[in-house]
């Protein structure tokens, strides 16, 4: 009787664990259908909102210093073509590098960086277990050098103990796919803070 009720226990669980998929998504949709830059095996980049009924390329002067585009409009978005040679592949020669002035750091700092193109920007302080302690500037920034002035406080107004802490730069384009748009990126660095 004792291993017919641990059979009838056991079987579901083998059924149920059998049946499940091992399915993973890369990107996901968000609210009203929105998706960013989610590669096809074609090379193709979706990048859209649920409801477009126009997709076609555009070719035309921009009136942002006068450079030409090619603007995308609609889901599908062929990857840029990257031409070998010049510029090496690595982080600081594709987004520039963030640092801060003075480190150590006693009351207060300024962390710069340059934008590449505008964009919307996250800059937030972590301590060193991973727990985020201040927002030090959200919100939209044109391109170019950057700079922004840190008081060394956390979110409620009091001076950080001294230690180490790590800042991250959360960056998300403003522009249009095909309009020199790029993917999203992070930057991060130390900052030693001694009272």
Do not use: C
Not at 50 to 61: D, M, P, R, S, T
Not at 116 to 128: Q, T
Request: hydrophobic residues 40%.
């Amino acid at each position: 009787m004792k291993y017919l009720l641990a059979l009838l226990v056991v079987l579901p669980l083998l059924v149920q664990t059998s049946e499940a998929q091992n399915t993973s998504i890369k990107k996901q949709v968000i609210a009203g259908g929105g998706m960013l830059n989610q590669t096809n095996n074609n090379g193709v980049a979706m990048s859209g909102m649920l409801g477009q009924a126009v997709i076609f390329k555009q070719e035309g002067q921009s009136p942002i210093q006068g450079k030409t585009f090619n603007l995308h409009q609609g889901f599908w978005v062929p990857e840029p073509e990257l031409v070998p040679g010049g510029i090496e592949d690595n982080t600081e020669a594709l987004y520039g590098r963030i640092s801060n002035s003075p480190n150590p750091v006693i009351s207060n700092t300024n962390i710069k960086y340059e934008l590449k193109s505008p964009g919307f920007v996250s800059l937030k302080l972590y301590d060193m277990v991973g727990n985020q302690v201040a927002t030090i500037f959200e919100g939209y920034q044109s391109v170019g050098q950057q700079s922004v002035l840190f008081e060394a406080k956390d979110r409620s107004g009091m001076p950080l103990a001294s230690g180490s802490y790590v800042y991250e730069l959360n960056v998300n384009p403003s522009d249009m796919a095909g309009n020199g748009a790029f993917s999203p990126y992070m930057l991060r660095n130390v900052m030693i803070i001694v009272r």
